[in-house]
């Protein structure tokens, strides 16, 4: 045994754990159903203010909250059971959506329902949140371009703070679809087969 | 060139595709039989008897699952062979740097 065979053992081990750790296990898939969802919702929720409607919005926002987490429980049981592996990367960034998931729902519900946040400053709470989500998968996955949608994110957040009213209504769909499902699809594309 | 101890690394590691095999398995939470067979370059027969090596001294675990009514075997690396592992690579570049 020589130190040449040492050498490429040690450079055997790392590149296998530096090609294991660069997997890449994001799905564009959740991001595509929340992006779509929320921003139709939104413009729904916009239109029944606009046109006077009348429905009944918390209804509204019930059945597509709860449609999205029911997405999550079947994509879970049936589509992530699937992925042939899951790094540890994977692992935190679940967990971190998830967290997210879950603060977005109870400042959506509770914040607004019990009067603490008041209706017109919701999408730029719900952005700057966002922005962490975006801003923390980029950094560990190492893509960029995912990190810089956080800035879009929170961009977004000071000019609804700024200039509160009811367009951030529509102007938070159109995030919705420019910094959430497109970026979806594109994860989709790039890292489908990964 | 120098020459070297082997008998100072764990032989259960120390065969290219068992290193392989914990190599990958150290760096993810667990992987799939098809995923490390596809990472390592191997037949599944051989893939089979190393990854089974490895299972009998309890530096991997396996978990069984049927999706799409289709048997699916995900491994993961245990403690122990996480440290051992661990003690394999500290050994190797021991004995470079000793060398």
């Known amino acids: 045994m020589t130190s040449d065979t040492l050498q ?26 929340w992006g779509i969802l929320v921003s139709i919702a939104l413009f729904v929720t916009w239109a029944n203010h606009y046109y006077n409607w009348g429905a009944n919005e918390w209804l509204h ?7 999205g987490w029911l997405f999550e429980i079947i994509y ?23 967290s997210i998931g879950i603060t977005l729902t109870i400042l959506g519900f509770l914040g ?6 008041r209706p017109e400053y919701i999408s730029p709470i719900f952005s700057t ?14 893509v960029k371009w995912i990190r810089n949608l956080a800035f879009g994110w929170w961009g977004g957040a000071i000019i609804m703070f700024l200039f509160p009213g009811s367009y951030h209504l529509l102007f938070m769909a159109g995030m919705m679809i420019a910094f959430q499902a497109i970026p979806g699809f ?9 | 060139m120098s ?14 595709i068992r290193l392989a095999i914990m190599a990958l398995l150290v760096s993810v939470e667990s992987a799939n039989f098809v995923f490390i067979r596809k990472k390592v370059n191997a037949s599944d027969g051989n893939l089979s008897v190393h990854i089974r090596k490895l299972e009998d001294v309890k530096y991997v675990s396996s978990t069984k699952k049927f999706i799409d009514r289709k048997p699916v075997t995900t491994y993961q690396i245990s403690n122990l062979g996480r440290k051992a592992f661990e003690a394999y690579v500290d050994r190797l570049s021991g004995l470079l740097q000793n060398g």
């Open chain 1, 61 to 67: 926002w019930v059945l597509v909250i709860g449609g």
């Open chain 1, 76 to 98: 879970g049981r049936t589509v992530d059971r699937k992925i042939p592996v899951r790094t540890y990367t994977d692992k935190i960034e679940g967990f971190m959506w998830l």
């Open chain 1, 186 to 194: 594109i994860i989709q594309k790039t890292w489908a087969n990964d």
């Open chain 2, 3 to 16: 020459d070297f101890d082997y008998k100072q690394l764990d032989d259960i590691i120390h065969s290219r």
């Open chain 1, 129 to 142: 949140v966002l922005a962490i989500g975006y801003f923390t998968s980029g950094v560990i996955y190492e």
């Open chain 1, 112 to 117: 607004i329902g019990t009067d603490a946040i």
């Open chain 1, 8 to 33: 490429g053992d040690l450079a055997y081990i790392k590149k296998i754990v530096q090609e294991s750790r660069k997997n890449i296990g994001l799905s564009g898939d959740h991001l595509i159903v």
